[in-house]
Nanobody, 120 residues
Framework: VQLQAFGGGLAQPGDSLRLSCAAS????????MAWYRQAPGKQRELVAS???????TVADSVKERFSISRDNAKNAVYLQMNDLKPQDTAVYYC???????????????WGQGTLVTVSS
């Protein structure tokens, strides 16, 4: 079972970054996929989610700047982050409801997190 997130790093205010996350293994189905973030000293919060049918939800705090998309053929989810601000600094985690062959149904999995630092 693997859920790998990529694309974090150091950015300046106003920059853009694109996070990627892909599920691997013997996957029978992928349902909801999402991105969460956790800033230092704060609780983990939902940034955006997308259903298997493509319906998206984006947090109000980033709605004008972030967007989520997915590639069902690759079992991947992406987070496009534009006009980054210092308050976007956090560890970003991908989350997915996956159904692995040989198991009894869907369950939630977390990626390892990727750090995004926005600083001038």
């Amino acid at each position: 079972v693997q859920l790998q997130a990529f694309g974090g790093g150091l950015a300046q205010p106003g920059d853009s970054l694109r996070l990627s996350c892909a599920a691997s293994g013997s996957i029978a189905g992928v349902n909801r996929m999402a991105w969460y973030r956790q800033a230092p000293g704060k609780q983990r919060e939902l940034v955006a989610s997308i259903t298997s049918g493509g319906t998206t939800t984006v947090a109000d705090s980033v709605k004008e700047r972030f967007s989520i998309s997915r590639d069902n053929a690759k079992n991947a989810v992406y987070l496009q982050m534009n006009d980054l601000k210092p308050q976007d600094t956090a560890v970003y985690y991908c989350n997915a409801d996956l159904y692995y062959r040989g198991t009894y149904g869907y369950r939630g999995y977390w990626g390892q997190g990727t750090l995004v630092t926005v600083s001038s």
